[in-house]
């Protein structure tokens, strides 16, 4: 039995990192809240092999390899390739997947280009940070990259937007099959997907080569990737498999015929419970970090126009700070820059935390113009009625600033609402993320995406309806008063 893996939830498990909103046939939801594809599979048979429950944690992609290094997973296995560069930072098990990069055109392009030599000066589509890109660049080719998923260089080349793209032959296979696109028999370049570990991991490497290698020899490996479509010839030789798998690739035409068939396929409720849930910690986060927001920006606010100099100084550089860095950035750094320095927080408290912080840089000028706009006699007449500096602002000037203040904040609570889609950076799943996931293994971005931006719109209604309401009642309030 392997030793405990440093920082693992328990050793019973085997926690690997992976973004389903890749897409098939990596990691993918279909029906929505079961996994699918093949690393899936052999998350599972690694895990079951070293004795473990497999057990995924969703990452977006650019971010897999840093929550390895902050502890949060066990290994990575979504089609990362094996390069001089990681293997110097990471501990890389042997190949479980060798193949080709694969270059699809337009099937009415009479210039289409057929050689890696003849992308120089064309449009073509790829990944970003893969063999392709490098390759690419390498050929002199204008290269466009895509961070929102493997369908969209494939669109975007239907469309005449691209001259071709260039890609691992996994993804050709799954997305650059449609009836305008023919992706060209030949391959350019070798890669080899591997499982990556911590450096410090070695020991868990050694027993993953094991199983890989144990998987090889009795067949499991070889049909498995028969299944999804994915055996080839360089597989056979790299891997060394005594014998190629026979049978359909019946992954692979199921993965086809569910295409087909649209966003409704599985039914309505595991789409509409998985948007859902996905609302709900959209929501939950929201309120969270406005309250958040709305408390220390006040706070923020007073320091400003009421405080003393050097209280006043703090508060203006701390508006600065935060207004004048981007939310991602900040997310970013919450979530994996301070477990450098010893600060660990979940997803959902890091989302918090970032989320209020950067709005209340924006709620604290929201709150210092409305104190700016009560005229200063409100404060003389209520000191000389006998208040406290701190009574006359609390039961005169706040009354009258919030009136002020209160439709901005009602609008950067509805824009707090949106950005609240970046979370998906720490690992959270909210509700652009959720419709990510399904638009990638349902191909069906229009429909989906004019359902959930219907769902942002009914969460952030209500709270606008209370805004008004509000201000209807401070406005009455106010004029009784006086």
């Not at 030949?186 to 990556?196: K, M, P, Q």
């Not at 998906?424 to 990638?440: C, F, N, P, W």
């Amino acid at each position: 039995m392997l030793a405990s893996v440093a920082l693992a939830v328990a050793p019973s498990e085997l926690r690997w990192g992976a973004d389903a909103e890749g897409g098939a046939p990596y990691v993918f939801e279909q029906p929505p809240g079961r996994l699918r594809g093949f690393e899936a599979e052999l998350a599972e048979l690694l895990a079951t092999r070293l004795g473990r429950t497999a057990r995924h944690v969703q990452g977006p992609f650019a971010q897999l390899l840093p929550l390895l290094e902050r502890g949060d997973v066990d290994v990575v296995i979504n089609g990362i390739e094996a390069t001089e560069d990681r293997a110097r930072a990471y501990a890389l098990t042997r190949p479980y997947w060798v193949g080709p990069e694969r270059l699809t055109v337009r099937r009415d392009d009479p210039s289409a280009p057929a050689t890696v030599a003849e992308l120089r000066g064309r449009r073509v589509g790829t990944l970003p940070g893969t063999l392709a890109e490098r390759m690419l660049r390498s050929a002199g080719a204008d290269v466009r990259t895509y961070d929102g998923g493997q369908e969209d260089p494939y669109r975007d080349l239907a469309l005449g937007r691209t001259d071709a793209v260039l890609l691992d032959a996994p993804v050709a296979l799954y997305y650059g099959e449609r009836p305008e696109l023919t992706t060209l028999p030949a391959g350019f370049g070798e890669l080899r997907y591997v499982v990556v570990a911590r450096a410090s991991d070695g020991r868990l490497r050694d027993a993953l080569d094991a199983a890989v290698a144990s998987m090889i020899h009795d067949g499991t490996l070889p049909s498995l990737l028969q299944r999804w479509g994915l055996w080839t010839d360089e597989a056979r030789q790299v891997l060394g498999a005594s014998a190629s798998p026979s049978g359909p690739p019946t992954e692979l035409e199921a993965w086809r015929a569910r295409s087909r068939t649209g966003l409704w396929s599985v039914g309505a409720g595991p789409v509409l419970s998985a948007l859902g849930h996905g609302a709900l910690v959209t929501l939950l986060l929201s309120i969270s970090a406005m309250a958040l927001a709305v408390v220390l920006g006040a706070a923020l606010a007073l320091a400003r126009v009421y405080g003393p100099r050097p209280v006043a100084a703090l508060a203006l550089g701390y508006v600065e700070l935060f207004r004048g860095t981007p939310l991602l950035l900040q997310l970013i750094v919450v979530y994996y820059g301070l477990p450098e320095v010893g600060v660990r927080l979940s997803p959902f408290v890091a989302g918090w935390m970032a989320l209020g912080l950067n709005y209340a840089a924006a709620e604290a000028e929201n709150d210092r113009a409305g104190l700016l706009s009560v005229p200063r006699a409100q404060m003389d007449a209520a000191r000389v009625l006998g208040l406290g500096r701190w009574q006359a602002v609390r039961h005169v000037i706040a009354p009258q600033a919030m009136r002020v203040a209160l439709p901005p904040v009602t609008n950067d609570f509805i824009a707090l609402l949106k950005d609240s889609s970046l979370v998906s950076v720490v690992t959270l799943t909210e509700l652009t993320k959720t419709y990510g996931t399904l638009a990638a293994a349902t191909r069906d971005h229009l429909g989906l995406g004019l359902l959930v931006g219907a769902i942002y719109l009914l969460l952030g209604l209500p709270f606008a309806r209370l805004s008004r309401r509000l201000e209807r009642r401070l406005a009455a309030h106010l004029e009784v008063a006086q």
